[in-house]
């Protein structure tokens, strides 16, 4: 697929919409705001993070826990938000965001540091309004490497005279067969193990042995986007926006699979910032050597001006459509990807009381929510 960079910057969604953790050498500790308010109550949360320099490593990351986060609205109305996970804060339930509003993020560390966004305001987005497959193969096209895939293309509009930007992003969900693996050791989920049960090995008994486990119920894999696509309408005012590239899918299995598309209309700042990040990424292979400043997004550290802040508050109207990827076109004479890093399973042989089933633990790269719109 498409060269994957460190900083895969705004993933929206719950995989987080930031990812920095090894977005440059840091020399500083740098707070990074990954902050999302949408019309869509179910997209919207704000996850903090800090980096720090690490002689191991280029930069060690961490959660920011402890922090008091409120959403002023027109600087009236306060909205608070709650840490319901590590570093992860939440709107009250149905919260979104209205057209015609300001937002500003205000965000106070457990160190007593202070923090400000730049107001913010949402623009409502047209709706996807078809969704297009084109199947590939190696010789047509580049982006999958050594394997076939889709190509996935949408349909949309563009309001008239006036400035509008756009972003896109995606969310594949396949069904998952195996939800554990265990090197060199053997799985148990019993009353003796943590609820996600433990991989045990006895000194060199299951040396150079690698055993998948299969899921105890339905299960899916989720993979999100790993590239910036954005679009300014400079060239398009009012036209359609049609066959824009939005994804391309490589045969992970040979069933179908669904693909969550999400369309977002960001502001001209956001859209500026996005452009940045995928230039210095493609342009340099990487952030590694990108300094802090030239990454300052729209929040401010008021209380030390000098403190560097990594990511946006992004408001944004977004348009959702799941697709249903149907894999009936592709021949079936290579071997599909899969999810082992392109190996065959190797379930641990059977015996009366071996092996056990894994459970599906909701992460962000698997689920047992059945997505809307699977076809059993």
């Given amino acids: 697929?498409?060269?994957?960079?460190?900083?895969?910057?705004?993933?929206?969604l719950s995989a987080c919409i930031l990812p920095y953790d090894k977005a440059f050498k840091a020399q500083r500790t740098v707070l990074i705001i990954d902050a999302l308010l949408t019309d869509n109550?179910?997209?919207?949360?704000?996850?903090?993070?800090?980096?720090?320099?690490?002689?191991?490593?280029?930069?060690?990351?961490?959660?920011e826990t402890g922090a008091e986060i409120f959403l002023l609205i027109d600087t009236e109305e306060h909205i608070i938000l709650t840490e319901n996970k590590p570093g992860e804060y939440y709107f009250p339930q149905g919260f979104v965001a209205k057209e015609g509003l300001s937002y500003f993020l205000n965000i106070t560390t457990a160190d007593g540091s202070y923090f400000e966004?730049?107001?913010?305001?949402?623009?409502?987005?047209?709706?996807?309004?078809?969704?297009?497959?084109?199947?590939?193969?190696?010789?047509?096209?580049?982006?999958?490497?050594?394997?076939?895939?889709?190509?996935?293309?949408?349909?949309?509009?563009?309001?008239p005279d006036q400035?509008?930007?756009?972003?896109?992003?995606?969310?594949?969900?396949?069904?998952?067969?195996?939800?554990?693996?265990?090197?060199?050791?053997?799985?148990?989920?019993?009353?003796?193990?943590p609820p996600e049960g433990e991989c045990r090995a006895s000194r060199g008994q299951f040396r150079n042995?690698?055993?998948?486990?299969?899921?105890d119920g339905e299960c899916w894999r989720i993979i999100p986007s790993q590239n910036t696509n954005i679009m300014s309408d400079e060239f398009v005012d009012g036209r359609p926006i049609q066959n824009r590239h939005i994804a391309d899918i490589p045969i992970y299995q040979y069933r179908g699979a669904i693909l969550e598309i999400f369309q977002y209309s960001i502001d001209e700042t956001v859209y500026d910032y996005f452009k940045l990040v995928q230039g210095v990424a493609e342009n340099t292979g990487g952030l590694?050597?990108?300094?802090?400043?030239?990454?300052?997004?729209n929040v401010r550290c008021i209380s030390n001006p000098d403190q560097p802040v990594a990511g946006m508050f992004i408001v944004a109207g977004v348009s959702k459509t799941n697709y249903w990827l149907d894999r009936s076109d592709a021949p079936t004479d290579f071997p599909a990807i899969g999810f082992l890093d392109g190996r065959f399973p190797n379930p641990e042989p059977t015996t009366p009381t071996r092996p056990p089933l894994a459970p599906c633990l909701?992460?962000?790269?698997?689920?047992?929510?059945?997505?809307?719109?699977?076809?059993?």
Avoid at 46 to 55: K, N
Avoid at 176 to 186: F, G, M, V
Avoid at 364 to 373: A, C, D, I, W
């Fill in 209 to 215: 042995l690698v055993f998948d486990y299969s899921c």
């Fill in 117 to 159: 966004s730049d107001p913010q305001r949402l623009t409502p987005t047209s709706p996807i309004e078809s969704v297009t497959q084109v199947y590939k193969t190696e010789d047509e096209a580049d982006f999958i490497g050594a394997r076939d895939g889709h190509s996935i293309y949408l349909n949309s509009s563009d309001e």
């Fill in 1 to 12: 697929m498409k060269k994957l960079y460190f900083l895969s910057v705004f993933a929206f």
């Fill in 163 to 193: 400035k509008n930007f756009y972003r896109w992003d995606w969310k594949l969900y396949e069904k998952a067969t195996w939800c554990k693996t265990c090197n060199e050791s053997i799985y148990y989920h019993d009353d003796t193990t």
């Fill in 41 to 63: 109550p179910s997209l919207n949360k704000i996850t903090l993070s800090r980096t720090e320099p690490s002689p191991a490593i280029d930069v060690y990351s961490f959660k």
């Fill in 288 to 297: 590694a050597d990108t300094p802090p400043a030239s990454l300052q997004g």
């Fill in 362 to 376: 909701e992460s962000l790269g698997f689920t047992s929510t059945k997505p809307v719109g699977w076809q059993d």
